[in-house]
């Protein structure tokens, strides 16, 4: 399970970079920006989650085949 989480981490922080990282070139200033950096935030981190998931469920499939 901890190789799981640690994919979880892994992904979280790349995308985390990443989304600072672009988020500098379109650099505005509104008020809509920090609405659109917690929401992407959110999604970052939910998506993180699904691609940590998912791997997870692609193991327990090799487990289910293989024992049958």
């Known amino acids: 399970m901890?190789?799981?989480i640690s994919i979880f981490f892994l992904t979280l922080m790349v995308s985390v970079?990443?989304?600072f990282?672009?988020?500098?070139?379109f650099d505005g200033g509104d008020a809509t920006e920090t609405a659109i950096y917690i929401f992407g935030t959110i999604i970052v981190i939910?998506?993180?989650f699904m691609?940590?998931?998912m791997y997870y469920l692609i193991y327990l499939m090799n487990l289910l085949k293989r024992k049958l």
């Open 21 to 25: 990282l672009f988020g500098n070139v």
């Open 46 to 48: 939910l998506l993180s």
């Open 2 to 4: 901890s190789k799981y």
């Open 51 to 53: 691609i940590s998931l």
């Open 17 to 19: 970079i990443f989304f």
